[in-house]
Each structure stands twice: as structure tokens, then as C-alpha cells.
């Protein structure tokens, strides 16, 4: 049986963003990590009992990446505004990091590229944590341990 120290869980993660080896800082939160398998549906004349279920292509999902306002907003802001002058794709990784810096998975991704950013919404009558959320469209993943 295996003890609890051997236990290689995810628990308090930070999302650690990189793109060409500069860190964008860490986020706290990280959805729309997916790939999807998009299948073709086949009929063939004489074969009533089912359907070709043929696999095409991948489909990824655009990354949503939130946190709190901070020290690295203006990087973040800087890449976000470089569309407006020409833009090439670059790389990126995202490392799942615990409170300690351990590394708990990390992804590298092609062609990354800012689709959206949405700072934060200013209240008076609701004091709130300012955040600013990223969507990353990308072509695909690879998974580095």
C-alpha cells in the first residue's frame, strides 16, 4: 500500500505561464485544457447494424487562465497589445506548480496566440480581489512528464 508521502496529488496548484522562456506569472486559475477527437460518421450500403465511426482531426480548446491583478499584469498586457502590430505564433508551457515550486505536470504548447483579455470590473458597493482572465487559442499540446 502506498503511503501518503508518496502521494503525487495536485493540492493548492498555481499555473505557472511561460511563452518563448518569458514567464507571463503564475495564475490561479486554469480552465479549457481539452483535445477532442472529432469523428465522421460512415454509412456503408448494405451494412445495417451500425455506422463507421472514423476518427478526422484533433479539436483543442481555447485556455482560460484567471488570477488576481499584480505585478506581472503589464507583461501580460504587452503581449495582449503586440497584435495590434503584427504577431508571430510563439510557444508556451504551462507547469502546474505546488505552494512549495514543485513542479506537479506541465504542458507545451504550439503556436499559442492571445484571443482575449478581460480586466477586472471596478465596484465601490462590492469590494472584490481586482482579476484579469487570458483565453489562448493554441494547435495542440505535448505533455512533459
Not at 60 to 68: E, F, M, T, W
Not at 101 to 114: L, Y
Request: contains cysteine; glycine residues 8%.
Amino acid at each position: 500500500m502506498t503511503q501518503t508521502q508518496d502521494v503525487d496529488t495536485a493540492v493548492g496548484v498555481c499555473f505557472v505561464v511561460k511563452i518563448d522562456d518569458t514567464s507571463l506569472g503564475a495564475f490561479t486559475s486554469c480552465d479549457g485544457m481539452t483535445a477532442e477527437v472529432i469523428m465522421e460518421a460512415r454509412e456503408e450500403g448494405g451494412n445495417n447494424a451500425y455506422l463507421w465511426q472514423l476518427p478526422t482531426r484533433l479539436k483543442y480548446g481555447n485556455i482560460k487562465l484567471s488570477r488576481p491583478l499584480g505585478a506581472n499584469t503589464s507583461k501580460l498586457a504587452a503581449w495582449v497589445s503586440s497584435m495590434a502590430t503584427g504577431y508571430e505564433r510563439k510557444t508556451g508551457v504551462i507547469q502546474a506548480m505546488r505552494a512549495d515550486g514543485t513542479v506537479v505536470a506541465e504542458w507545451s504548447f504550439i503556436d499559442m496566440v492571445p484571443v482575449r483579455w478581460s480586466g477586472p470590473s471596478f465596484n465601490t458597493d462590492s469590494p472584490k480581489v481586482l482579476t484579469e482572465t487570458l483565453e489562448i487559442a493554441h494547435h495542440g499540446f505535448q505533455t512533459k512528464g
